[in-house]
């Protein structure tokens, strides 16, 4: 009988190509997923830094491509390389990242137009405040409850998504998670209003 180490499984996963890990990694083989993570990881974040401009967005970002990679069946051999499929998939995402943060800020400017108005005493303006201002507690109501309580805290008290997930004692990635669905919603909600 012989026994394998550790360090013994380590050394021939090291030795295996791209292909064969993840021909490993489609059979459920999540050490062969840890090889090709070590492999990668780096070529990933320093792809996704760079386009996001935000370590701890890079950091999930580089999670959610090797995620993807575990669940996906993407990746043909025949086509290319395993870094050349990982930077395209990091910059994809990536960049759909920076439209759907573009898309949040554009919409927080409108409603934020909205829900300003220049000093005036005029009761119409002023009920015309009021009457937004109701449509927005009122749509906020509307929300599970996680996802008001994180746009609450942001938009309200003013804190990081990191501040939420540790008062929340909750993962950042689920912060996120809630605060991206919570706008979302909020937006179908109030879109009547902005168009």
Known sequence: MEFHSVDDDENRRSTLTDSELVAAMRTGDAAALATLYDRYSSLVYRLALRILSDAEEAADLT???FLALWRGNRYEANRGSLS????TLTRSRAIDRLRSRSSKL??????????TTQSSSNPFEVASLEQ???FVREALTQLPD???QVLELAYYDGLSQSEIATQLEAPLGTVKSWSRQGLLNLRKQLQSLLD
């Not at 050349?84 to 930077?87: D, G, H, I, N, P």
């Not at 554009?106 to 409603?111: A, I, K, N, T, Y």
């Open 63 to 65: 999670q959610d491509v």
């Open 84 to 87: 050349s499929f990982l930077t």
């Open 106 to 115: 554009r919409f927080l400017q409108r409603w934020s137009q909205l829900m």
């Open 132 to 134: 937004r201002s109701e």
């Open 146 to 148: 996680k996802q008001r």
